[in-house]
């Protein structure tokens, strides 16, 4: 079986991926300090306390993970480079 990997665009794909997840990453600050300040702590009504509820759910656990979860493409991808140039050179 041949494997091919292009070293120069698995390395901008990564890095791609680094830019990406800060950009999510910024987004999601912005928009969880307009949810804090638009719905402030003290407004009791069902309808603000189930999405301020859900939010934090998402954005304590469900973004972290898939912002972790896209960081570890961008490591496998460098690391299959290096491995990918380390074999190459035996």
Known sequence: MN???????AT???AQI???VQSIEQSMEVL??????NIPD???TTWSDEVKGNWET????DVPQAMQDMKQSATNL???VEA?????GQ
């Open 18 to 20: 680094d830019s990406i």
């Open 32 to 37: 969880d300090a307009a949810i804090k300040r």
């Open 58 to 61: 998402y954005y304590s656990s």
């Open 3 to 9: 494997l091919t990997i292009n070293p120069g665009a």
């Open 84 to 88: 990918a140039l380390k074999y190459s």
């Open 78 to 80: 460098r690391m299959a």
């Open 42 to 44: 003290g407004i009791e």
């Open 12 to 14: 901008e794909d990564a």
